[in-house]
């Protein structure tokens, strides 16, 4: 009896002797894996929650999560990044990769505000309120807002290539995804591609060229597709 409980009795006594700093420090890790399991369960609600884009224009639940999409971001960040390297321009892969995942982050808590409902509360109230999203969802794993929300921050702002590359390949996938429906049959995507006309992306350089030629390239592509009868 008494040697089947002496591993409990020493790991009591080493807890015993536990100092207040270490105590301290085991419960911030305690606390952080927490925080960090309950950023994950909320972020799941990326994989379920719809486009609206999609949805208001007949296309069925489904058709594609916030979470596909940010994926497509990802893919097409990705590329484009080693794309411009390839050209000699230096750029930060893991950074553009970082903020592509987590450009969404926000609607996880106030959804995926459609263009229709902007229109009537101002894109300023919006982008308040996906900034004030952003910061309470991200809080609870970026520590004074040091990595996570500074990346936000910066792709909000533009004000970096890797920032304007994540938005050129948001712009793309969305692209992308027009091409895939209206190769499936779907029409009325005309207002999608307008981006297309003035994307003001703020690119300049090979990074710029290469955004450009492969814009030219879905448009040749949609205008394939156009041309064909319709049933």
Known sequence: G??????FLTCSVVVSSFSPALWRLLFCVVALECLMLSTLIELQRLKRLDRTGWVLRGFANGTESVAAHSFGVGIT??????????????VDVEKILRIALLHDWAEARVGDMPRTATSYFGAEVREEAETAAFRDLAEQVDKDGALYTKLYHEYEARNTLEARLVKAADVIDLLVEALALERAGGRGLDEFWQVTENPQLQLEGPAKQIVDDLLQSLLKARAEIISRPHC
Do not use: H, K, S, T
């Open 2 to 7: 008494r040697a089947a409980l002496a591993p």
């Open 77 to 90: 960040a990705m590329l484009l990044a080693d794309e411009v390297r390839a050209q000699g321009v230096l």
